[in-house]
């Protein structure tokens, strides 16, 4: 599963480490890995690319 995040702190940034992070990413974390999907991967982008990076299927 691929995951675009809005770069927007405290929601979705990279720690000191280049770690994603933030109270959505750890969120989508979670609830994705109770429905049984373990592998997620994050992306950071602008909030004004979200939904074109959607319809160009960078995410999922």
Known sequence: MK???A???PYAYKDDNG???GEAVEIAKVIFE???IKKIH???TEF???ISGLKAKRFD
């Open 3 to 5: 995951i675009g995040f």
């Open 7 to 9: 770069n927007e702190k």
């Open 19 to 21: 770690q994603l992070t």
């Open 34 to 36: 109770r429905l049984g």
């Open 42 to 44: 994050g992306e950071l």
């Open 48 to 50: 004004g690319s979200l």
